[in-house]
């Protein structure tokens, strides 16, 4: 995907997704997640290559897919002077929904903006609002549920809440949410993607991911200052016995003790991986 100006935001990218899953879409800002978002949700068209679904070009499948698809993009704004329930009633005129009505009324509910029903849009907090992106997504609960960094602005507690929902709904449904806060899809996705620099690091399940970084992973009193070089610490955390570091390489140095690596260690790694490279 190469955008007018000149920038490729994604290459060489080949991913095949199936149904049901859960999938988490990792990578730093500007990685290419909202781009593959787009391209996935025929939101924007590939300017080389192709996406199927079911074995037939996106282009072809669109109307259907739109019909089948939730999708929560980064940005949905300019419904100020909706009303939250006015807002989702068009989101439902526009994916024909047969009983608006109770789908609207059930949706309110499951993210928790009862009392704000009537409110206008432009009086919502950021989660607030998060949260009616959320819900105009999962409206009518389609078998597709693309969702581009569902969670931003909402507190731990609702994360909890949304990361519990959608791994419900996955049990039946194809999920790929894109996230840069690994708790978000720890424990919840089956599959992950990771990418940087438009291109895919890792594709697999997290308990691979975590394999993948074995060796990799250690800590170190930090005693003198060259030490670090050529690392990638991960934390650094003030003892009463001195500075205690964790960090990421590809090979450890000696006074580096190795422990087991966590997903988030292994994320690291990989970024880390394809930065140096
Ligand atoms: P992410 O969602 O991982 O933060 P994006 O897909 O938004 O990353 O962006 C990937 C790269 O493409 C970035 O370098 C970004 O600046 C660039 N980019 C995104 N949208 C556009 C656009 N409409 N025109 C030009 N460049 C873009």
């Known amino acids: 995907m190469t955008y007018p100006n000149g920038k490729q935001a994604l290459q060489d990218v080949s991913l095949d997704l ?47 897919l739109k019909a089948q698809l939730g999708y929560l993009p980064q940005d949905f ?23 608006p009505k109770t789908a609207i009324q059930e949706i309110i509910r499951v993210v928790n903006l009862e009392e704000k029903a009537t409110s206008k849009m432009d009086t919502l907090s950021g989660g607030q609002r998060q949260r009616v992106g959320i819900a105009q997504a999962l409206l009518g609960y389609p078998p597709f549920l693309i969702l581009d960094e569902p969670t931003v602005g909402l507190d731990p507690e609702e994360r909890i809440h949304f990361r519990n929902l959608f791994s419900r709904l996955a049990q039946n449904r194809l999920i790929l949410l894109s996230t840069h806060i690994i708790e978000d899809i720890q424990s919840v996705c089956n599959q ?44 650094r955390v003030n003892t009463s016995q001195g500075i205690r570091c964790r ?21 690291l790694y990989l970024i880390s991986r394809g930065t140096n490279k």
């Open 18 to 64: 199936h149904t049901p899953n859960l999938i988490g879409l990792l990578g730093p800002n500007g990685a290419g997640k909202s781009t593959l978002i787009k391209l996935l949700a025929a939101a924007q068209i590939p300017t080389s290559g192709t996406i199927q679904l079911d074995g037939v070009s996106l282009t072809q499948t669109e109307r259907l």
């Open 77 to 99: 704004g300019l419904f100020d002077e909706l009303t939250v329930f006015q807002f989702l009633d068009y989101m439902a005129a526009l994916k024909g929904l047969s009983d």
């Open 192 to 235: 992950l993607v990771v990418i940087d620099h438009g291109r895919i690091l890792f594709t697999g399940t997290p308990t691979q991911m975590i394999q993948a970084a074995a060796g990799h992973v250690g800590v170190f009193w930090e005693r003198q200052s060259n030490q670090g070089h050529g690392l990638t610490i991960t934390a």
């Open 247 to 267: 960090a990421v390489a590809d090979i450890l140095p000696d006074y580096v003790q190795p422990d087991e690596p966590t997903l988030e260690d292994a994320y």
